[in-house]
């Protein structure tokens, strides 16, 4: 197969390239990997985090093929790219694309969205201030209500929810306790579930996975090369009736109605 138009000769291990699958990212002239880098993780967004375990895994992910990184100035309010930016030190710039979004920013709903021309602007200047660069391959208006795929492939399966619980949304995160419970019970690792049900779905030209540590990376990546073993599909079969029990698998809306009854106050 022919090599990537971002494969760099003494930077990349050219067999690991190889292996990895190519998709034209929509009509942009980019050929991405099957799978991205996500790099909320590369912040206090999710908890704990090591920066020289984000580096090494931006190094591992790169030269075995991973050839586009996602972050935003709202991952850790600012410190994802931060520490992206110093990830990305010595890596040839040729070697990955980049995206980061615009249009969700501060903690505060009030002010977390801010669309101005000008807000804009100075958004993706602070950006590359951060991550170090002259430009960035890609960049997504970060939409309120806007759900990664990746994310909630398996019915919402993922370490985050909605910003505020209701009844509906309480019935998802009960049923994903349920399945996160189950999977701890037997030992299988549920986000190698996810990434394979995501896998298995028709139209993304790449799959957008969170990884800030080498070995997520890798059991991403055995997922992706191998598939499941005999004891995780049987889990994956166990996780899907389980997650049959959703009466609603989306919070779509929940995040919009809830900006805008903060926006406008109480309804006389």
């Not at 002259?134 to 994310?151: E, F, L, S």
């Not at 919402?156 to 306790?177: E, K």
Request: hydrophobic share 35%.
């Amino acid at each position: 197969m022919d090599l990537p138009e971002t494969f760099v000769p003494g930077f990349h291990d050219e067999n690991e390239v190889r292996k990895m699958k190519y998709n034209p990212l929509g009509f942009t002239g980019m050929n991405v990997s099957q799978i991205a880098l996500g790099t909320g993780g590369f912040s206090y967004l999710y908890g704990e985090f090591d920066i020289e375990e984000c580096k090494r895994t931006v190094h591992d992910a790169l030269r075995k093929g991973i050839n586009i990184i996602d972050t935003a100035p709202f991952y850790g309010h600012g410190v994802s790219e931060e520490v992206l930016g110093k990830c990305l030190e010595g890596i040839p710039r040729k070697a990955y694309y980049l995206n980061t979004k615009v249009g969700r920013y501060d903690k505060d709903i009030k002010i977390q969205f801010n669309f101005t021309a000008e807000k804009t602007r100075q958004s993706v200047d602070t950006s590359l201030r951060r991550l170090g660069v002259d430009y960035v391959d890609i960049i997504q208006a970060k939409k309120i209500g806007i759900i990664c795929a990746a994310a909630n492939a398996m019915g919402l399966l993922s370490s985050f929810g909605p910003p505020d619980w209701n009844p509906a949304t309480q019935h998802i995160r009960d049923i994903c306790t349920e399945a996160r419970e189950y999977c701890k019970k037997i030992g299988v690792e549920l986000g190698k579930l996810a990434v394979y049900h995501t896998l298995q779905q028709k139209g993304p030209d790449t799959v957008l996975i969170g990884m800030n540590k080498r070995n997520v990376l890798e059991y991403n990546l055995d997922v992706l090369y191998n598939g499941l073993t005999q004891k995780e599909h049987e889990a994956y079969t166990e996780v899907m009736k389980i997650l049959n029990k959703l009466k609603q698998r989306h919070w779509e809306n929940i995040e919009v109605t809830n900006y805008w009854k903060t926006i406008r106050g109480p309804q006389s």
